[in-house]
């Protein structure tokens, strides 16, 4: 057999035809992830809406306890969910603030929840509530505050869009944590309009992100 037909050998099938080596016998399939972002913004800033509108009894509400569902289901584990994606995704920053907000969501919730015992463990025998209760909330959002001036920190060097929306976060703790420990109702109401402004600067990230993608 001669070093010609050898080579023709080499470069035809079985059935005779021409081996065609230029493409891989499967497709290179690229595994892509949905951004969750959007969602955890959408959550985020529907969880500071809620709080804000009943903060300041929008129509006249008194009790907000049905914000407690959507706090705990949409803003808590909804974000929470979002933050494990993006730990999936390689976004360390993205998974502590979905994280952190997330849990904030579903705390805040429980302090309303009437099964958690929380409020009544603060009320005397005639079913009024005692200074402390405010006392304590300011130390919460104090906390709260401190966490998030860190994530405003580490934001810096990232879109201008999110930056002022932690900002605008940063002043609305502040502001609803100084209201709670003065118990000034206008300070209070100030905190809760900053918390609006959260919710719209959220929503605008949520844009620039579409955009970007």
């Given at each position: 057999?001669?070093?010609?037909?050898?080579?023709?050998?080499?470069t035809?099938?079985?059935?005779g035809?021409?081996?065609?080596?230029?493409?891989?016998?499967?497709?290179?399939?690229?595994?892509?992830?949905?951004?969750p972002?959007?969602?955890?913004l959408?959550?985020?800033?529907?969880?500071?809406?809620?709080?804000?509108?009943?903060?300041?009894?929008?129509r006249?509400i008194?009790?907000?306890?049905?914000m407690i569902?959507?706090?705990?289901?949409?803003?808590g584990i909804?974000?929470?969910?979002v933050?494990?994606?993006?730990?999936?995704?390689?976004?360390?920053?993205g998974?502590?603030?979905?994280?952190?907000?997330?849990?904030?969501?579903?705390?805040?919730?429980?302090?309303?929840?009437?099964?958690?015992?929380?409020?009544?463990?603060?009320?005397?025998?005639?079913?009024n509530?005692?200074?402390?209760?405010?006392q304590?909330?300011?130390?919460?959002l104090?906390a709260?505050?401190i966490?998030?001036?860190?994530?405003?920190?580490?934001?810096?060097?990232s879109?201008?869009?999110?930056f002022l929306?932690?900002?605008?976060?940063?002043?609305?703790?502040i502001?609803?944590?100084?209201?709670?420990?003065?118990?000034?109702?206008?300070?209070?109401?100030?905190?809760?309009?900053?918390g609006?402004?959260?919710?719209?600067?959220s929503?605008?990230?949520?844009?620039?992100?579409?955009?970007?993608?």
């Amino acid at each position: 057999m001669s070093s010609e037909d050898n080579k023709l050998r080499q470069t035809l099938t079985e059935g005779g035809h021409v081996e065609d080596r230029t493409q891989p016998s499967l497709p290179v399939v690229h595994r892509r992830f949905a951004n969750p972002s959007p969602l955890g913004l959408l959550s985020f800033a529907t969880g500071i809406f809620l709080i804000s509108s009943f903060g300041v009894h929008a129509r006249g509400i008194q009790t907000p306890n049905v914000m407690i569902s959507v706090l705990i289901f949409f803003g808590g584990i909804c974000q929470y969910l979002v933050g494990i994606m993006e730990f999936v995704a390689g976004n360390t920053f993205g998974t502590a603030v979905f994280m952190s907000y997330g849990a904030f969501n579903i705390s805040y919730s429980m302090i309303y929840l009437p099964g958690s015992g929380i409020i009544a463990a603060y009320m005397d025998s005639e079913g009024n509530l005692s200074p402390d209760f405010q006392q304590s909330i300011a130390l919460y959002l104090w906390a709260w505050f401190i966490l998030s001036v860190i994530y405003t920190i580490a934001a810096i060097r990232s879109s201008w869009v999110l930056f002022l929306d932690l900002v605008a976060l940063d002043v609305c703790l502040i502001l609803l944590a100084t209201g709670n420990m003065v118990q000034s109702t206008a300070v209070l109401n100030a905190g809760y309009a900053f918390g609006y402004l959260v919710a719209i600067l959220s929503c605008k990230y949520l844009v620039v992100l579409e955009k970007l993608h």
